[in-house]
């Protein structure tokens, strides 16, 4: 059974810049969030996409935006990079429907840096 | 608003000592309650889980929870640490049904000395 991965590990851009983070969920599993981690600070939700529709999203501006693919492997997007963005970016994913009791298992994060 | 805290940044124990972790939650309706470990250079991973039934909860590794609704808070606990249970420890909840926006406390860093 392959766990959630997660590309690129690290990543350094500029302000104003646009990132994409990639992630493929663990074998099974349909559905898929995304949390930013700022250093100090717990995950915070930044949506989650369920059968390739958006079935949530947390306070996060419109310049973060997703897409989940057939195969349930997910892309997160962040358009105008800010400094505050610097963060850890994780990606979960759950199976059974993405119903709020089931375990989401989490991959390594892609560490995103902005100078 | 929806919040997660977690009482203690940062606790020391010495191996056998027993733990106690403090989560206090703000949300209405229903709750589901988490408690995520993360050791150090792996990723998040469940430790246990509350969404109904008996309020105390076992996890993994010996850890179990107590959900106090009246007190809204969902405490962890371990009789006697190891030198192994050095992690940060977060506590998240959700809404029930298909509510995903889960929200994490940020998080308990503990330290337990050989």
């Known amino acids: 059974e392959t766990g959630v991965t997660q590309s690129p590990t690290h990543l350094i851009k500029t302000r104003g810049q646009q990132v994409t983070l990639r992630c493929s969920s663990q074998s099974g599993h349909n559905t898929v969030s995304w949390y930013q981690q700022a250093l100090g600070q717990g995950p915070q939700f930044i949506f989650q996409y369920y059968r390739e529709e958006e079935n949530g999203r947390g306070n996060f501006p419109p310049r973060f935006s997703g897409l989940q693919f057939p195969n349930y492997s997910s892309e997160l997007n962040v358009n105008a990079l800010e400094l505050d963005d610097s963060a850890l970016y994780l990606c979960a994913s759950t199976g059974g429907g993405g119903h709020s009791y089931n375990e989401q298992f989490f991959g390594p994060g892609t560490r995103l840096t902005v100078l | 608003a929806q919040s997660v805290s977690q009482h203690n940044h940062h606790v020391i124990l010495s191996e056998a000592a027993s733990l106690e972790l403090g989560c206090n939650y703000s949300y209405g309706g229903t709750v589901n309650l988490f408690w995520y470990v993360q050791y150090p250079g792996q990723h998040l991973q469940l430790l246990l889980k509350y969404f109904s039934g008996d309020p105390l909860v076992k996890g993994i590794k010996g850890f179990e929870a107590e959900f106090i609704k009246s007190k809204f808070s969902f405490n962890l606990r371990k009789p006697s640490v190891q030198w192994s249970d050095t992690a940060e420890y977060f506590c998240?909840?959700?809404?029930?049904?298909?509510?995903?926006?889960?929200?994490f406390g940020a998080g308990t860093r503990l330290t337990v000395k050989p």
């Open positions: 998240a909840v959700n809404g029930g049904g298909r509510n995903n926006d889960m929200r």
